[in-house]
């Protein structure tokens, strides 16, 4: 018998058939002797449904009310789930965030799990049901409905895991698991049967959107086995089957075999890049430069910074393309004679992708073969970054497909 | 400056423009310096919407998850509203039941509140808040949403009143008042300036859909100044006639003017009538009828037991015509040969008519002005029932208008 977390996205409890083929999948679980909490998010739709409708009302919405609205999408959906299992006759129960309690912090619309009591699941557990716990949410100290934003299912499923000492956490999403790049752009991208920890957060953090990067952290903090599987097989497939299907996330480097340099292509579309020309190269230009961009909540990815000539440099960073006006905005109107940069240029229109893999540590000759694959194709690299584990290279999105596809071929990932 | 309950029904809160015109209504009641606490109902339609997403799922839903799903309706609309009142520039915040907390019973989709918890709201009234309540719910001691069942709204509002010890609760509808009839059937129905709690509950309990019952007995219990007035008015109306405007529920009769002697004609159209024939006439043998039909949830109404001839008598009884088919194969299957009944009888097709005033106590003559009204017009009464204050009789639902509007003229209720 094994305590296992499962965690549906809101495709997978997208309709009442749906829902129900999810409760099916979980009593095979529980008839097979395991103990079962399951971390469901909205029913697909729904959250817009609800922001939108708040954002009618009141496009500057106050944080607090929308967590109190949003989250009212996850608390039907569990307790949907909680009827199709009764109908299936296994005992279940749904709870709220509050009800747990999950402990956030107060950071409405993007709270922060504190703790988790295990008390009231633990018991219910152990009375033989089937435990329905409302994701992307929690309760703060002071009785407030937090929730922890967009895809915080996710984290939801994996703290809980952490919280209960779940032997595995199984997050079945609308994919069949992690592939070495995006199918859409690669056909020969591969699905991967494993995956390191550290490899993941690249994944996710790189745009990879199977998973939310701060559930990654969780797991990776606390240990948390998991899984990534699909909830659009049959719902009734042999347990042995499952239980091995999806992509696990590892925490140790496998040394039963040899591992792969390069485990996937990561990229994000949507970046847009903005440079400072002509800034006195003096201590503190930088926070000058990115402080009020942070402060006005745009994250900044890329940055590089041109050694000086002079006492002058340059200055390039990344954003998300959609806070691209508003960032330009902020820099001419507030900083730029502030701290007295010559010019402000920009492009909207540029993609990152980067190769991801542990093996890059003890094998030299990868950024070399990345550089030259797509001097090959004739893509011109705007700016590199690199990390421990992963090298990125920002580029005209019109390359993004072409990159992609050359660099999962020249790193051999169509190869098993 | 005093302390004012609204309460908005599902009408009222139907669309985003309502939820602003309602937000306008209680900022215009804020900026004349009271204190206002808000209790809506969930979206028209939402709670039908989600029963019945459950339904589908689960016919025989688990009535603490029905709860857990139904009570999210109000969540999100107390949400809305929160921050339609922001946006008009007036502080506000919204509270689910367990938040403020509203304490119920356990009895799930149709729980009782025990006690209301006055501080945060208090708090918040005295920083120059309004606060959005939601209606309809509540948790039980071990932490479980509860509901109050269908128009529980209007009770949330009554009891809240009732613990804050509020000047006035306003109950926001979509008529502009307690009518003497409905003007749907008859055209001469006029609005009531005023009615006593004792015969607003004979109302409320005989069809006339205005306040839901619990409501009603809340506010005469905790004596609650309650009006029930129109939410389709301008928003903006002068204020010191929208205070005049609907119907006041008063607790004294009124000693300044000739009270009327009948207040009102109310009416419960879906009804049916069943007769258990031959009964041995024994202690016990109501319970043996009436007992069994209870458990089954059905609602017994108007009862009748004749004289007894020679130790046998017939009973008859009425009840809501959805609940017919039900009542007699009950009757028939389960009943029947366990008392030696010699038949069951019945008439799905009934309709109860009512008039209702306090001023009844010290007029004679009432009913059999009533009787021969509704003989001069050909109507057969099947059955009759009387109280202090109300005399009810069952005919065939064909003659339902006829009599109401030929009472309404016999008593003049069409005269001021």
């Given at each position: 018998m094994a305590l296992i977390v499962h965690k549906y996205g809101g495709t997978s409890m997208g309709s009442v058939e749906r829902i129900q083929n999810v409760a099916k999948r979980v009593a095979k679980w529980m008839r097979a002797g395991h103990q079962v909490v399951v971390v469901p998010s909205a029913m697909s739709g729904e959250t817009n449904r609800l922001l939108g409708l708040a954002k009618e009302i009141n496009s500057q919405a106050n944080p607090r009310e929308l967590d109190q609205i949003a989250s009212t999408g996850e608390q039907v959906s569990s307790g949907l789930l909680a009827l199709a299992l009764l109908k299936e006759g296994v005992d279940a129960i749904s709870y709220a965030g509050w009800q747990v309690t999950i402990h956030t912090d107060?950071?409405?619309?993007?709270a922060r799990i504190m703790g988790i009591d295990d008390q009231k699941i633990l018991a219910d557990l152990n009375a033989g049901r089937a435990v329905v716990v409302t994701g992307f949410q929690g309760v703060d100290p002071q009785g407030n409905i937090t929730t922890l934003g967009r895809g915080g299912s996710d984290t939801s499923a994996v703290a809980m895991a952490a919280a209960l000492k779940a032997d595995e956490c199984l997050i079945y999403t609308d994919v069949d698991g992690v592939y070495t790049t995006d199918p859409r752009v690669c056909e020969d991208a591969r699905r991967l049967d494993r995956i390191t920890f550290e490899e993941m957060l690249e994944m996710a953090s790189l745009?990879?959107?199977?998973?939310q990067i701060r559930s990654v952290e969780f797991a990776g903090k606390y240990k948390v086995k998991t899984r990534v599987l699909s909830?659009?097989?049959?719902?009734?497939?042999p347990l042995d089957q499952e239980m091995k299907s999806g992509t696990l996330i590892t925490f140790?480097?496998?040394?039963t075999m040899e591992a792969a340099v390069i485990s996937g292509i990561a990229f994000a579309r949507d970046e847009a890049k903005i440079t400072v020309l002509?800034?006195?190269?003096?201590?503190?230009i930088a926070y000058q430069i990115l402080g009020p961009v942070a402060d006005a909540n745009i994250d900044v990815d890329v940055i590089i910074q041109n050694q000086s000539v002079d006492g002058i440099t340059d200055f390039t960073f990344t954003v998300p393309r959609a806070d691209y006006q508003k960032a330009m905005d902020l820099l001419k109107n507030k900083v730029q004679s502030h701290i007295q940069a010559k010019e402000i240029t920009g492009d909207p229109k540029v993609s990152k992708v980067s190769v991801v893999g542990v093996g890059m540590r003890s094998h030299v000759g990868v950024a070399s073969k990345m550089f030259r694959t797509l001097s090959e194709e004739g893509i011109n690299i705007l700016m590199i970054s690199t990390s421990e584990i992963k090298i990125s290279v920002v580029l005209d999105e019109k390359y993004l497909e072409l990159a992609v596809r050359a660099l999962h071929k020249a790193f051999e990932l169509d190869q098993q």
């Open positions: 107060s950071a409405f619309t993007k745009g990879s959107k199977v998973l909830s659009l097989t049959d719902p009734l497939m140790e480097e496998d040394s002509g800034v006195p190269d003096r201590p503190g």
